[in-house]
């Protein structure tokens, strides 16, 4: 079996690719070369710019492949120029999308059925303000070149070893650096989370056999609390953390604290939805989750390696600083004396 990789090997990719070649899968991977180069033996790289259009596309001409897995479209247009290219090159469009998708983040429960967010308007392209709409018709383009043999797959927040956003990474590094922990909102709110490998794993498994159609990705099947996912963790890494101190989200809100990524993982409960997500389908089709102990403690060896690399560019000020943790604990127990 052949199968051609759209996109960077830093974190999902790289952990698709090793997947596929456990498997003996013959891989090609297309990108622009910027991210880590020459990473695998043994896996054929293409060039291109998938930006630029056909022109930017012309490596995959003449080529075949029995599937394709596109771990980074993100724009509607660039989606459909990959999928104009392949169309007849390739049997099966496997589409990395997200959980973002969705229009309503206050529901108690989201599952594949449930409305997607929309565009503005037909030529919006910015990512930070219409992201899951983006991959919403990202998912269509998709869906309309490839039909039954689309697999679409929404992950929900994807952390592990050589995550680059470093969302999930802060709270091993922060429970294993020991001291008063600050942690956000309710003990009680939910968390949902997948693993990288996981899901790299699954996706495979289900390209290779699964059927095609629409799967949320994430875990666990009944959300975990915040308690109980430090706990997890800090289980994990072998610690005893006795001192979290749970900050609420009005105190968090009011000092200025960005949700999401102020405290990775943290919603206020008009956005919790995205922390209920139903993978029942998923888990029908073979996705299976590994204990969030492990993955902590294999994020925390690879965060102590010489192989880690800090989050960059917009992702450099996710989680706290230790100063700002002290400071907002200081007002947190002021506020609390009063």
Known sequence: MKVLVLGGTRFLGRHLVEALLARDIEVTVFNRGRSAPGLFGGVEHLRGDRDAGADGLAALAGRRWDAV??????????VRASCAALHGAVDRYVFISSVSVYADFAADEIDEHAA?????????EDIAAH???????????????FGAQALIVRPGLIVGPFDPTGRFTYWPRRLAAGGEVLAPGDPADPVQLI?????????VR???????????ATGPATPLSFAACLAQCAQGIGVDVRDITWCS?????????????GLPMWLPPSEQGIHRVAIRRALDAGLILRPLSVTAADTLAWARSP????????YAA???????????LVRWHAAARV
């Open 69 to 78: 897995i596109d771990t980074c479209g993100y724009l509607p247009r660039v």
């Open 116 to 124: 997607v967010a929309t565009l503005p308007g037909p030529t919006s």
């Open 131 to 145: 992201y899951g709409a983006l991959k919403a018709a990202c998912e269509r383009e998709v869906q309309a070149a």
């Open 195 to 203: 693993d990288v490998r996981d899901l790299a794993e699954w996706t």
């Open 206 to 216: 289900a390209l290779t056999r699964g059927p095609g159609g629409v799967f949320n």
């Open 249 to 261: 989200t009005e105190f968090l809100l009011s000092q200025g604290v960005p949700v999401w990524t």
């Open 307 to 314: 192989q880690f690399t800090a989050p960059t560019g917009s």
């Open 318 to 328: 996710v989680g706290l600083t230790r100063e700002r943790e002290a400071e907002l």
